[in-house]
């Protein structure tokens, strides 16, 4: 059962890191694995302040992931419309890259940002250079964000392997 444990365990981190840089949930799959894991082996590894720490962790990850987007598109002088464009864009992309794409949400993602931020812009200033910036800052952004989610993945991945150092 333990073995099992340690599998699971290895692949949703595995996995938490892929999606982190290719699609999405990767901090909630590293979390899911290590509540599992904690589970699976009576909380004797991976304890509830642990699993707190880990959470805690994964919520900050989310909230810096939107956090990202809102600066790269505002860094570039973006209206608050145009913030607000970036970031539903971006949802609305990750649901019909999902869909039509095929291969997953990067795509709909990067271009639901961009094109969020660029129609909302050119709707309320009509300023196509402008409007460019914004949509440019919005992948900036979402550049800047897979990076901060996947630090967030790797430290909670590292918690975990101390927690198991820390046992043995």
């Known amino acids: 059962m333990i073995s099992i444990a340690y599998a699971i365990l290895i692949l949703s981190s595995i996995a938490g890191i892929l999606a982190t840089l290719f699609a999405g949930g990767g901090t909630l799959m590293v979390l899911a694995g290590a509540l599992i894991f904690a589970l699976m082996t009576q909380f004797a590894v991976v304890n509830l302040s ?6 805690a ?5 989310e909230v810096l992931e939107y956090l990202a987007v809102v600066i790269g598109v505002k860094k570039l002088g973006a209206s608050n419309t145009a913030v607000w464009g970036a970031l539903l864009g971006g949802i609305l992309g990750a649901m019909v890259g999902v869909w039509f794409f095929g291969v997953g949400i990067i795509a709909g993602t990067f271009a639901g940002i961009f094109l969020g931020a660029f129609l909302l812009e050119y709707v309320m200033r009509r300023d196509l250079k402008q409007s460019m910036k914004a949509g440019l800052g919005g992948i ?13 993945a790797l430290g909670m991945i590292a918690i975990i392997f101390f927690q198991i150092l820390k046992s043995v």
């Open 50 to 55: 642990t699993l707190i720490i880990l959470f």
């Open 140 to 152: 900036l952004g979402r550049v800047g964000s897979v990076a901060v989610k996947l630090v967030v």
């Open 57 to 61: 962790l994964y919520v900050a990850g």
